[in-house]
C-alpha cells in the first residue's frame, strides 16, 4: 500500500511517519541515511501517534487525507447476503475490516467505536432522499413527505420542525402515559387470557404502541386500524432495501395517510382540545417557520414512529426471553430487573439496524477510504455486538454491566430519536404486565423471525400459549 503525502498540509514529520507506517514493508524511503527497517513492530507503534496528530484535527475526529491516498478498500458484499444473515457477516469480517461496501454500492461502518463518532462527526449528514429517489421515487405523496419529515432532514430546516415537536413532547400528554401503557398491556392481555394463547405482534405488539399513540394524540382507537396499514407500509421507505416494484404500493399509502392527518389537522383547528396534536399545531404556528406540508409530515412521523418500530421491539424481547427461560424468570421474580432486560434486547436483537448519513468529504476509517458524496450506513446492528465495546456480545446477559447508559440503538446528536422516552416507557411496562400475568408463557410454535440488516427491520408473527394458573 502506497500513501502520496502533502507535506506542506501536514508538516514533514507527519508526512515521514505516514509514508513509514503505510509501507511496512519496505525500507523508509523518506531517509536513505537512515535505512529504517519498517518491518520492526516497534517503529510502526512509536510512528502511530505521530501519524494520528498529523490526520487529526482538534475537534478529535480523524481528518480527511490532506492529498491523494491510496488505501485499502472495502470488502465486498451483496445486499442479499447482509439481509438474510447480518450479525453472521458483520461476525466475521468485523475484525478484518472496519467498512463493507454493498453491491449496490453504499457502504457500511460495522465497528462500534466508528459508529458511535460517526453518529455526531460533522463531517456527515443525515440522508435525505437519495435512496428513494434512486428507487424511483421522483414525485408524488411518498417523495413530498420525504423530503419535508425531520428524519431526513438538516441544518436549518431540521431545527425547525423539530423543535415544535420537542415542545410538544414535554407535555403531559406524553410524561403521563406510563399508568396508561401499563393499563393498556393487561387489558391486550386479559382479552386473551381465557383462550391460554395468543398471537404476539397481532393481538400484543400492534396494539399497544398503537394504543398508546392515539391516547397521546387524541386520536380514537377505530382509526388504529386504518392509520397502521399505512404506517406499516410507509415505513419501508425507510429501508435501503425497499425496490422500484414496491413504489406504487408506499406511493398509495403516503397519499392515504398524508390526507389522514390534513384531516386530523383541520378538525383540530375548527375544534381545539388539550390534546398533543393541538399543542403541536400551536407550537408550529408560534415558530412561524413551518408550512402546512411541513406540519403534516412531522405527525406523519410520529405516527410511524409511535407504531411500528416499537411493535417489532416488544416482539423480540418477548422472543428472547423465552428463548431463555432462565433469565424470563428472573424477570417474572424480580421485576427491578425489567429495564435491564429491555436494554438488553434492544442490545442483542434491534428493530433498527441502521442509521444513514451521507459523507461530506472523504472520510478514512483505519487505512479504509469512505469517498466524499457516498451512502454510509452506520450499522447499529453490528456495533452492539462489538467485542469491543461489549464482553462476550453473542451471550444474551439480562444481568450484564458493561450496558453503556445511551443506547445506541437510539442513534446519537442532534437526530437521537426523539421518542426514545416514549419507547422504553412502552417496552417496560408492556413486559412488566406479561411478566405479571403470564409468568408460565412459553411457545406454542416457533420464535420469532426477525428480517432486514438495514432500517427498520421486521418481525414475522409468532404464537405464545399459558396454563390455566393465573397471578396478579
Not at 97 to 124: H, K, N
Not at 207 to 234: M, N, Q
Not at 438 to 465: E, K
Request: charged share 20%.
Amino acid at each position: 500500500m502506497r500513501v502520496r503525502c502533502n507535506a506542506a498540509a501536514i508538516g514533514k514529520k507527519g508526512a515521514r511517519a505516514a509514508r513509514l507506517v503505510a509501507q511496512p514493508y519496505r525500507l523508509s524511503q523518506c531517509s536513505r541515511r537512515s535505512q529504517v527497517d519498517t518491518r520492526s513492530p516497534l517503529v510502526s507503534l512509536w510512528l502511530l501517534p505521530t501519524v494520528h496528530a498529523a490526520l487529526s484535527n482538534r475537534s478529535g475526529f480523524p481528518r480527511s487525507p490532506p492529498h491523494e491516498m491510496i488505501m485499502q478498500q472495502p470488502l465486498k458484499c451483496t445486499s442479499a447476503e447482509l439481509q438474510a444473515n447480518p450479525q453472521i457477516v458483520f461476525a466475521r469480517l468485523r475484525p478484518l475490516t472496519p467498512v463493507l461496501q454493498r453491491d449496490d454500492g453504499l457502504y457500511v461502518a460495522i465497528r462500534a467505536q466508528d459508529v458511535q463518532q460517526l453518529l455526531v462527526d460533522p463531517r456527515t449528514r443525515q440522508m435525505e432522499t437519495e435512496i428513494a429517489t434512486a428507487r424511483g421515487v421522483t414525485d408524488g405523496p411518498l417523495l413530498e413527505f420525504l423530503k419535508h419529515t425531520m428524519v431526513l432532514s438538516n441544518g436549518t430546516a431540521h431545527r425547525n420542525r423539530r423543535l415544535p415537536l420537542v415542545q410538544a413532547f414535554a407535555s403531559r400528554f406524553v410524561q403521563d402515559v406510563r399508568p396508561y401503557a401499563r393499563r393498556v398491556a393487561e387489558q391486550l392481555i386479559d382479552a386473551r387470557y381465557d383462550a391460554g394463547a395468543m398471537d404476539v405482534i397481532g393481538d400484543f405488539a400492534s396494539w399497544l404502541p398503537a394504543r398508546v399513540i392515539c391516547h397521546i394524540l387524541g386520536l380514537p382507537e377505530t382509526d388504529i386500524p386504518a392509520f397502521t396499514r399505512c404506517v406499516y407500509s410507509v415505513s419501508r421507505a425507510f429501508n435501503s432495501t425497499f425496490t422500484p416494484d414496491e413504489v406504487p404500493e408506499l406511493q398509495q399509502a403516503s397519499g392515504e395517510l398524508d390526507a389522514y392527518v390534513r384531516g386530523l389537522i383541520a378538525h383540530r383547528r375548527r375544534h381545539p382540545r388539550e390534546d398533543f396534536i393541538t399543542s403541536y399545531i400551536a407550537a408550529s404556528d408560534a415558530s412561524g417557520q413551518l408550512s402546512q406540508t411541513e406540519v403534516v409530515a412531522q405527525l406523519m412521523s410520529i405516527l410511524l414512529a409511535g407504531s411500528d418500530t416499537t411493535r417489532s421491539a416488544l416482539a423480540i424481547q418477548t422472543s428472547l426471553l423465552l428463548q431463555h427461560p432462565e433469565q424470563w424468570q428472573a424477570v417474572c421474580r424480580d421485576s427491578a430487573l425489567i429495564p435491564a432486560a429491555v436494554r438488553e434486547c434492544l442490545r442483542y436483537q434491534p428493530a433498527v439496524a441502521s442509521v444513514p448519513r451521507i459523507t461530506l468529504e472523504d472520510i478514512v476509517l483505519d487505512d479504509t477510504l469512505v469517498p466524499a458524496g457516498k451512502i454510509l450506513s452506520l450499522s447499529t446492528l453490528s456495533a452492539l455486538r462489538d467485542p469491543a465495546l461489549y464482553a462476550e456480545p453473542e451471550r444474551f446477559d439480562i444481568h450484564r454491566t458493561d450496558a453503556p447508559k445511551r443506547q445506541l440503538v437510539f442513534g446519537g446528536g442532534v437526530h437521537r430519536c426523539l421518542g426514545e422516552a416514549l419507547a422504553m416507557i412502552e417496552l417496560e411496562e408492556g413486559l412488566a404486565a406479561m411478566a405479571q400475568r403470564l409468568p408460565d408463557m412459553r411457545f406454542d410454535g416457533n420464535p420469532v423471525v426477525v428480517q432486514g440488516g438495514f432500517g427498520i427491520r421486521t418481525a414475522q408473527d409468532f404464537r405464545v400459549s399459558w396454563g390455566s394458573a393465573r397471578t396478579g
